[in-house]
């Protein structure tokens, strides 16, 4: 099937997340629309605890453009995500106070890097088959 991304390649086999795997913890809990599977370990030797995943799903887009969305989500994952998650986080942002909120702001983030990450989220979502994400759906004229 051709690439609904680039439009010039095959799709590929890999299986990958709709929604990337860093925000599992966020997801999943009684109020979300995303559901989060329990996966029992594949072999005797692992961990017996249930392991716990998101959707995934097979032949979404080329590998190239795979890979490409790949970069996006290390990046954000690196310098944003990473950072939320660390003891330091009070320490690297500027907090900023609004008349109704108090925000805390990043410095050296590439802004559009992070926009588009947000937005191959949303892609995948849309171009996505599962029951999970049937109500995803962007219009055409946007894309
Ligand atoms: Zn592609």
Known sequence: MECPLCKTRQTGTKKSHIIPKMFRNELGGA???????KVQP????????NHQDIPKEEGLL????EHNLSVLEGYFAKNVY?????KAYNDKYRIKKGVN?????????DIQLVSLFYQSIIYRQHISNLD????CVIDESLL
């Open 132 to 135: 999970s994400f049937k109500e």
């Open 31 to 37: 109020k979300s629309q995303i559901k989060i599977k």
């Open 82 to 86: 990473a950072v939320i998650q660390s």
């Open 62 to 65: 080329c590998d190239e453009c």
């Open 42 to 49: 594949a072999e005797e030797k692992q961990d017996k605890r």
């Open 101 to 109: 909120s108090t925000r805390k702001e990043l410095d050296e983030i």
